[in-house]
């Protein structure tokens, strides 16, 4: 948009402001870059980048003010006079009357009788316009012209003789109706367009262009100026509908200030009488449409500190600087101010925009460039969240995939199988509910992974994956929290689940099999053992809802510490989502995993272990983790490790009983072990084993 400096000056004084390369200057600093100049002091225009985000500044009038702002000079009162009021109240030549409140909040009209229409504006006012490429029209429109690049508020000037019933009526288009605008071109209306009518038809495209009909001629003896405030997004709609673009329509698009009104109207009726002369009517047409709210915004010292990065900043130097720029203040302390929004800066609206234009009169190029404060370089702020990136490492290269689910159920219908778990887990009996679900059927926050992931294992086998395997890692909401601290209700979880075959590693010879408890166990201890000894995990039975019988273990430390639960799900939960394949799954609780362990150093021995295998009959209801105390218990010399190597329930295993394997490694790290002595030391085990756990050998 093009500018003159010249005038400009009406409203700040541009010398004190160091002339045109001082004005430029400061528009630049405003965040207004001036892409050209042309003309020499004093008739230099510039040619003005104006955002959207800003109509204020589409006029003379709004760049002073910026200019003043920047220099800390006083904006100038505008060089107008109120028109003297001689003929009769103007409700008496006319009337306005608005349809469409919240799409009209403003309606303005002033008349002026006995003109002389074809006459001329004044040669400066011809001048200036011809300055910044507006064509002079008529004494009427330039003056209308004038005051829209004065103080940038959009009219229109009516021949008052030529509205039907002297009335002006905003309302919405009718279906059908068709107006032909100052361009000369039948314009074909729909309902959804603004138009200013008379009592017959529709006279005006509002905010956007005239019509023919009512438009002011060197006939015309009687002027009805107008200026309102038209709603941005139905001017936008119609204006691009159209392919009509108008310096009005660009400025009402982006938001007009309502209460330039009243002196857009005197301003131009001032100038039409004189170059034109008449006699103005008394009084103006006011018509109110939905009430606009006035605007408050409060700014924080901390927060225009946090933002700028600049503690020299104070409330003294911000209250100044928004007062410069027309924001007037309500309330001020040491730490806080409190302001009314002016009604030309609709892109105003939260503390960060005043952040912003007390910044822009500091002038950003003052700021301290620095990086933002960190405790060290890089890393993570939550050491759970570690934790919580290695358990997905490692389960993705176990071959899993993860999946997300929502975290909405109803505790009763979803996680009711799973009570003994919560209960074991330490939930809290009652869910935690929301007041205003997304969905009725489901208004509980979740306080398991579990069910989530059974019903993605179910999507997955349904539309024919045979072969599943998943986890997910997120928040369950199980504790009985403080509402001051809504983290305090949650829980992190890990959980994982597997059907169908699984892969044998890359390095065996082994073919795929059937998922089973171990995988399940065996995936658990993986997952676990950046900061487990998978030897160090104790597993119990376990007994619940949501589990087989005989078929699910908890896991805990060796303090006795709940670290989470695998089994198989039960024959119910599978029915229920129709699955025909075993699924095996396990649920971790990430904040018990004890991630501060101390690490400990043992020298590799040099020499050769030597292994035994130990078979037996025992007691169906023995646990391998008797097992496995008793042989500790007995110390056997040299021992490094014992595990299971076999498990077999059947055909020559008497009712009752089970037959195990184990494997014991045995290694010195001072000598090669005799086999003799390795033998002694298998048979005084063998001997503990029948004696306390009543086993049997053969």
Same mark, same amino acid.
């Given at each position: 948009?093009?500018?003159a400096?010249e005038w400009?000056?009406?409203f700040?004084?541009?010398?004190a402001?160091?002339g045109a390369?001082?004005?430029?200057?400061l528009?630049?600093r405003?965040?207004f870059?001036v892409?050209?100049a042309?003309g020499?002091?004093?008739?230099?225009?510039?040619d003005?980048?104006?955002?959207?985000?800003r109509?204020?500044?589409?006029?003379?009038?709004g760049?002073?003010?910026?200019?003043?702002?920047?220099?800390?000079l006083?904006?100038?009162?505008?060089?107008?006079?109120?028109?003297?009021?001689e003929?009769?109240?103007?409700s008496?030549l006319a009337?306005?009357?608005?349809?469409?409140?919240?799409?009209?909040?403003?309606f303005?009209?002033?008349?002026?009788?006995?003109?002389?229409?074809g006459?001329?504006?004044?040669?400066?006012?011809?001048?200036?316009?011809?300055?910044?490429?507006?064509?002079?029209?008529?004494?009427a429109?330039?003056?209308t012209?004038?005051?829209?690049?004065?103080i940038g508020?959009?009219?229109?000037?009516f021949?008052?003789?030529?509205?039907?019933?002297?009335?002006?009526?905003?309302r919405?288009a009718r279906?059908?109706?068709?107006l032909?605008?100052?361009?000369?071109?039948?314009?074909?209306?729909?309902?959804?367009?603004?138009v200013?009518?008379?009592?017959?038809?529709?006279?005006?495209?509002?905010?956007i262009m005239g019509g023919?009909?009512?438009?002011?001629?060197e006939?015309?003896?009687?002027?009805l100026?107008?200026?309102?405030?038209?709603d941005?997004p139905?001017?936008?709609r119609?204006?691009?509908?159209?392919?009509?673009?108008?310096?009005a329509s660009?400025?009402?698009? #982006? +938001? *007009?200030d309502?209460e330039?009104?009243?002196? /857009? @109207?005197?301003? =131009?009726?001032?100038?039409? %009488? &004189?170059?034109?002369g008449?006699v103005p009517?008394?009084?103006f047409l006011?018509a #109110? +449409? *939905?009430a606009?709210?006035?605007r408050r915004? /409060? @700014?924080?010292l =901390?927060r225009?500190?946090l %933002? &700028?990065?600049?503690?020299?900043l104070d409330?003294?130097?911000?209250?100044?600087?928004? +007062?410069?720029?027309g924001f007037?203040?309500?309330?001020?302390?040491?730490?806080r101010?409190?302001?009314?929004?002016?009604?030309?800066?609709p892109?105003?609206?939260?503390?960060?925009?005043?952040?912003?234009?007390?910044?822009?009169v500091?002038?950003?190029?003052r700021?301290?460039?620095?990086?933002?404060p960190?405790?060290?370089?890089?890393g993570?702020?939550?050491?759970l969240?570690?934790v919580?990136?290695?358990?997905?490492?490692e389960a993705?290269?176990?071959?899993?995939?993860e999946?997300?689910?929502?975290?909405?159920v109803?505790r009763q219908?979803d996680e009711g199988?799973f009570s003994?778990w919560?209960?074991?887990a330490?939930?809290?009996?009652?869910?935690?509910?929301?007041?205003n679900?997304l969905?009725?059927?489901?208004?509980d926050?979740?306080?398991?992974?579990?069910?989530?992931?059974?019903?993605?294992?179910?999507?997955?086998i349904?539309?024919?994956?045979?072969?599943?395997?998943?986890f997910?890692?997120g928040?369950?909401?199980?504790r009985?929290?403080?509402?001051?601290e809504?983290?305090?209700?949650e829980?992190?979880?890990?959980?994982?689940?597997?059907?169908?075959?699984v892969?044998?590693?890359w390095?065996?010879?082994?073919?795929?099999a059937?998922?089973?408890?171990?995988?399940?166990?065996?995936?658990?201890?993986?997952l676990?053992a950046?900061?487990?000894?998978?030897?160090a995990?104790v597993?119990?039975?376990?007994?619940?809802?949501?589990?087989?019988?005989g078929?699910?273990a908890?896991?805990r430390t060796?303090?006795?510490?709940?670290?989470?639960?695998?089994?198989l799900?039960?024959?119910?939960?599978?029915?229920?989502r129709?699955?025909?394949?075993?699924?095996?799954?396990?649920?971790l609780?990430v904040e018990?995993?004890p991630?501060a362990?101390?690490a400990h150093?043992?020298?590799?021995?040099?020499?050769p272990?030597?292994?035994a295998?130990?078979?037996?009959?025992h007691a169906?209801?023995?646990?391998?983790s008797?097992?496995?105390?008793?042989?500790?218990?007995?110390?056997?010399?040299?021992l490094?490790?014992?595990r299971?190597?076999?498990?077999?329930e059947?055909?020559?295993?008497p009712?009752?009983q089970?037959?195990?394997?184990?494997r014991?490694?045995?290694r010195?790290?001072e000598?090669?072990l005799?086999?003799?002595?390795?033998n002694?030391?298998v048979?005084?085990?063998?001997?503990e084993?029948?004696?306390?756990?009543?086993?049997?050998f053969?």
């Amino acid at each position: 948009m093009k500018f003159a400096v010249e005038w400009i000056a009406d409203f700040v004084d541009a010398a004190a402001a160091g002339g045109a390369a001082g004005v430029r200057s400061l528009l630049d600093r405003a965040g207004f870059p001036v892409e050209s100049a042309e003309g020499k002091e004093p008739s230099t225009v510039f040619d003005v980048e104006i955002t959207p985000n800003r109509p204020d500044a589409m006029s003379h009038r709004g760049l002073a003010r910026e200019i003043a702002a920047m220099a800390a000079l006083d904006l100038l009162a505008p060089p107008s006079e109120s028109p003297a009021e001689e003929g009769p109240p103007v409700s008496e030549l006319a009337s306005v009357a608005i349809d469409v409140p919240r799409l009209c909040r403003r309606f303005g009209a002033r008349v002026v009788r006995g003109v002389s229409a074809g006459a001329a504006a004044p040669e400066k006012a011809r001048a200036r316009l011809t300055a910044i490429g507006a064509k002079p029209i008529s004494a009427a429109v330039d003056a209308t012209n004038f005051v829209m690049w004065e103080i940038g508020q959009p009219l229109h000037a009516f021949d008052l003789d030529r509205l039907a019933g002297s009335r002006i009526v905003v309302r919405k288009a009718r279906r059908g109706e068709k107006l032909v605008t100052l361009d000369g071109i039948q314009r074909a209306l729909e309902t959804s367009d603004i138009v200013v009518a008379d009592a017959e038809r529709a006279v005006s495209l509002a905010g956007i262009m005239g019509g023919m009909d009512t438009a002011v001629t060197e006939a015309t003896k009687n002027v009805l100026l107008e200026a309102a405030w038209w709603d941005p997004p139905s001017i936008r709609r119609t204006s691009r509908r159209l392919g009509l673009h108008t310096d009005a329509s660009h400025r009402f698009e #982006r +938001g *007009a200030d309502p209460e330039a009104i009243p002196e /857009a @109207l005197d301003r =131009a009726a001032a100038l039409l %009488l &004189a170059s034109a002369g008449g006699v103005p009517a008394s009084g103006f047409l006011d018509a #109110r +449409g *939905a009430a606009w709210k006035t605007r408050r915004a /409060a @700014l924080r010292l =901390a927060r225009l500190r946090l %933002l &700028a990065g600049e503690e020299g900043l104070d409330p003294e130097f911000a209250a100044a600087a928004l +007062g410069r720029l027309g924001f007037r203040l309500e309330r001020r302390s040491k730490s806080r101010l409190a302001v009314t929004v002016p009604s030309w800066r609709p892109d105003v609206s939260i503390e960060d925009d005043l952040v912003e234009e007390v910044l822009r009169v500091y002038g950003y190029d003052r700021l301290p460039s620095r990086l933002p404060p960190a405790q060290r370089p890089g890393g993570h702020l939550e050491p759970l969240r570690i934790v919580e990136e290695r358990l997905s490492d490692e389960a993705a290269a176990a071959g899993l995939y993860e999946s997300m689910s929502a975290p909405f159920v109803d505790r009763q219908a979803d996680e009711g199988a799973f009570s003994g778990w919560l209960e074991v887990a330490g939930s809290a009996p009652k869910p935690l509910s929301l007041i205003n679900p997304l969905d009725a059927a489901r208004p509980d926050l979740r306080a398991t992974l579990l069910p989530g992931l059974l019903d993605a294992v179910a999507r997955n086998i349904h539309r024919g994956q045979r072969d599943v395997s998943l986890f997910e890692v997120g928040r369950v909401f199980d504790r009985a929290g403080d509402p001051k601290e809504p983290a305090s209700f949650e829980s992190r979880r890990f959980a994982f689940a597997i059907a169908g075959d699984v892969r044998a590693h890359w390095s065996s010879s082994g073919s795929r099999a059937r998922a089973d408890f171990f995988d399940a166990k065996g995936l658990a201890e993986r997952l676990l053992a950046p900061w487990l000894d998978p030897a160090a995990l104790v597993w119990t039975p376990f007994s619940g809802e949501a589990f087989e019988d005989g078929a699910a273990a908890l896991i805990r430390t060796g303090d006795e510490e709940l670290l989470g639960v695998v089994g198989l799900a039960s024959r119910a939960e599978r029915e229920r989502r129709k699955l025909e394949e075993d699924v095996f799954a396990g649920e971790l609780r990430v904040e018990a995993i004890p991630t501060a362990q101390a690490a400990h150093f043992a020298a590799y021995s040099a020499f050769p272990p030597v292994s035994a295998d130990l078979s037996f009959a025992h007691a169906k209801g023995t646990s391998w983790s008797e097992i496995e105390r008793l042989v500790a218990r007995a110390k056997l010399a040299d021992l490094e490790s014992v595990r299971a190597l076999d498990r077999y329930e059947g055909t020559g295993v008497p009712d009752g009983q089970v037959k195990t394997t184990i494997r014991l490694l045995f290694r010195s790290a001072e000598r090669t072990l005799e086999q003799e002595k390795v033998n002694a030391e298998v048979r005084r085990l063998g001997d503990e084993l029948r004696s306390r756990l009543a086993v049997t050998f053969g």
